[in-house]
């Protein structure tokens, strides 16, 4: 459960701060430039990567929440051989 917490909490802080960040310098970043057509769509493109970034952040957050956490101390030899070629390769 305590996986669970700490990945939607950072979800939901990060979610905070951004709308925090966005409602406070959006509007007045925007108006700066009304002017000029490419950077309002470099804007536009900015919002669009951070959006995306955070709905991947969510996505991980949720799918976190459902799994076991990985041992750090994991190393790649424990990881059972998938094919016969990867169970060959092992034994060189």
């Given amino acids: 459960m305590g996986w669970k917490r700490k990945y939607l909490s950072i979800a939901v802080a990060m979610t905070a701060l951004d709308l925090l960040v966005a409602f406070r310098y959006g509007v007045a970043v925007w108006r700066a430039y009304a002017d000029f057509l490419m950077v309002r769509l470099l804007l536009l493109l900015f919002v669009a990567i951070w959006m995306t970034s955070l709905a991947d952040l969510w996505s991980r957050a949720v799918g976190r929440s459902e799994q ?5 101390r994991m190393r790649f030899s424990d990881i059972p051989a998938s094919t016969a070629a990867d169970a060959e390769a092992r034994d060189v």
């Fill in 68 to 72: 076991t956490p990985i041992d750090p």
